[in-house]
């Protein structure tokens, strides 16, 4: 008897450059990527949405609409890419949504996530059942809700003696260690391409800094560097997350307009402290004689940012997971149509020793589409 599924895992990440879908073959928790397509993201829905993240002036309304909007275009996304693989909605088992996140503070008296897009409609317009709201449980059980990256990093990728960390390079860059016979570590390291994208579409009016076009006619402002880098959250020991509440453009023009550095200048500094934070990190974990840095997410396309690990961390073999046989781009949707897989088999999804969450769960909440 076949124990093959087919899932599809959507993603739209704190970079809001886009909707990532993944369609994958789960057998026995092994997953192969079938199909991949990423669906843009209407730019007048893209500023509502940075609004609400911003801790703007907001409304119930408003977060209602988005929830609305969002779900409505997840499941455009799922149409879009069930048309390109030439499969039907009933091959199909499960999606997995992770949502939008607008708000995370997993610290503090209140500890909260907020996701939108809601999966009701995902579930109702794709007619597939849909898993979402993957975080709030880890974060009931005290843990961070995040990262919920590594456990599938951990089904992907086996350390050989010496150390293998998987760098996933998002709007927040997240990284997972694995080391043999030792609990997997995880956590955010810090800024990914947020930072660099904030300061890139301010000054050039585009979403990103294409191949550090910018940043390599700048040089490093080592004075705005260093006070980039006393930034609390860097000295924080883990379990810990973080994301737009806090590496965002207020702060980072609150730290810049005390300096009176030139528009390529700050660009490359961010490539710098992008780099240097990350690397700052990995080298806490270097284990046996070749170390193996895999990265993942739309980073691992920037040149500049590639380089600066490569120098900044000489012992370790830095390469894109594409060269261990696992698609950088799609890495995330596929976690979560995995997680998805995992919740529909009742198998735990969260690692404890990472998000500080008291126990293993299963996380996620089914979204029947009652066919
Ligand atoms: N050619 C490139 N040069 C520089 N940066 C790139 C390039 N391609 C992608 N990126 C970066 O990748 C980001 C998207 O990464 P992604 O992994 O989708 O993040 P998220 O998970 O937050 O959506 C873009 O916003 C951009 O900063
Ligand atoms: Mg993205």
């Known amino acids: 008897m076949t124990t093959k599924e087919l899932y599809i895992g959507i993603m739209s990440?704190?970079?809001?450059?886009?909707?990532?879908?993944?369609?994958?073959?789960?057998?026995?928790?092994?997953?192969?990527?079938?199909?991949?397509?990423?669906?843009p993201i209407p730019d007048s829905l893209k500023q509502r949405i940075l609004d609400v993240a911003l801790g703007q002036q907001t409304s119930l309304p408003e977060i209602g609409q988005i929830d609305h909007l969002l779900g409505k275009l997840y499941a455009q996304a799922v149409h879009a890419l069930l048309d390109k693989s030439g499969h039907k909605a009933s091959d199909i088992t499960a999606i997995g949504n992770h949502g939008q996140?607008?708000?995370?503070?997993?610290?503090?008296?209140?500890?909260?996530?907020?996701?939108?897009?809601?999966?009701?409609?995902?579930?109702?317009?794709?007619?597939?059942?849909?898993?979402?709201?993957?975080?709030?449980?880890?974060?009931?059980?005290?843990?961070?809700?995040?990262?919920?990256?590594?456990?599938?990093h951990q089904s992907l990728f086996q350390s050989q003696g010496s150390t293998v960390v998987v760098l996933n390079i998002g709007g927040i860059a997240n990284l997972s260690v694995l080391r043999p016979q030792q609990a997997v570590i995880g956590y955010d390291t810090g800024p990914g391409n947020m930072l660099m994208d904030a300061w890139c579409h301010l000054h050039e009016g585009k979403a990103f800094d294409k191949d550090a076009q910018l940043a390599s006619k700048g040089n490093i402002d080592q004075a705005l560097?260093?006070?980039?880098?006393?930034e609390p959250y860097l000295a924080l020991s883990a379990?810990?997350?973080?994301?737009r509440e806090l590496f965002n453009l207020p702060w980072l023009e609150s730290i810049v307009s005390r300096y009176s550095t030139s528009v390529a200048d700050v660009q490359r500094t961010?490539?710098?402290?992008?780099?240097?934070?990350?690397?700052?990190?990995?080298?806490?974990f270097k284990l046996g004689d070749n170390p193996e840095l895999l990265t993942c997410g739309g980073g691992a396309h920037n040149p500049?940012?590639?380089?600066?690990?490569?120098?900044?961390?000489?012992?370790?073999?830095?390469?894109?997971?594409?060269?261990?046989?696992?698609?950088?781009?799609?890495?995330?949707?596929?976690?979560?149509?995995?997680?998805?897989?995992?919740?529909?088999?009742?198998?735990?999804?969260?690692?404890?020793?990472?998000?500080?969450?008291?126990?293993?769960?299963?996380l996620g909440v089914m979204y029947f589409a009652d066919k």
């Open 101 to 152: 996140t607008v708000f995370h503070q997993p610290g503090g008296q209140t500890p909260f996530t907020i996701q939108l897009g809601d999966a009701n409609i995902i579930a109702a317009l794709t007619q597939i059942d849909t898993v979402a709201d993957f975080r709030r449980k880890d974060i009931a059980l005290g843990g961070q809700g995040a990262p919920l990256v590594p456990a599938f």
């Open 304 to 362: 500049l940012l590639m380089q600066r690990l490569a120098e900044l961390l000489p012992e370790w073999q830095v390469m894109p997971t594409d060269d261990k046989g696992v698609d950088s781009n799609n890495m995330e949707a596929m976690a979560f149509a995995w997680l998805a897989y995992r919740r529909i088999h009742n198998q735990p999804s969260n690692l404890p020793e990472v998000t500080g969450a008291s126990k293993l769960a299963s």
């Open 239 to 243: 379990p810990k997350s973080t994301g």
């Open 225 to 230: 560097l260093s006070e980039l880098l006393k």
């Open 13 to 39: 990440g704190t970079s809001l450059d886009g909707i990532d879908t993944a369609l994958v073959e789960i057998d026995n928790n092994q997953v192969r990527l079938l199909d991949s397509y990423d669906h």
């Open 270 to 284: 961010l490539c710098e402290y992008t780099a240097q934070t990350i690397a700052n990190e990995v080298s806490k």
